[in-house]
């Protein structure tokens, strides 16, 4: 499984910015795809996930209601809209997979950086 993340870069307090996730290597009928962040100095934050075959999410509280995932399976793209974003926002995102029986996410794409001015 290959995942990587784009669409990272600079917003003001209050904006928004989608993220992109290109999946590939497999067929992902039975995968969770997710979105997760860390900040510096703190620990790897779950924002929210999608079931790639019935499109089910589900979300962090701290995010639920600004946040929303999506995905393009015919482009094979997982998405991560975010709107009122704030300082506190700013950190690397990943994307990560995992079948739907795995416990933890095994797939990790490399992060791209958000950063929040106020």
């Known amino acids: 499984v290959q995942l990587q993340a784009s669409g990272g870069g600079l917003v003001q307090a209050g904006g928004s910015l989608r993220l992109s996730c290109a999946a590939s290597?497999?067929?992902?009928?039975?995968?969770?795809l997710g979105w997760f962040r860390q900040a510096p100095g703190k620990e790897r934050e779950f924002l929210a996930r999608?079931?790639?075959?019935?499109?089910?999410?589900f979300y962090a509280n701290s995010v639920k209601g600004r946040f929303t995932i999506s995905r393009d399976s015919a482009k094979s793209t997982v998405s991560l809209q975010m709107e009122s974003l704030q300082p506190e926002d700013t950190a690397l995102y990943y994307c990560?997979?995992?079948?739907?029986?795995?416990?933890?996410?095994?797939?990790w794409g490399q992060g791209t950086q958000v950063t929040v001015s106020s």
């Open positions: 990560a997979a995992k079948t739907i029986r795995d416990l933890h996410y095994p797939y």
């Open positions: 290597g497999r067929t992902f009928g039975n995968y969770f």
């Open positions: 999608i079931d790639w075959s019935t499109g089910s999410t």
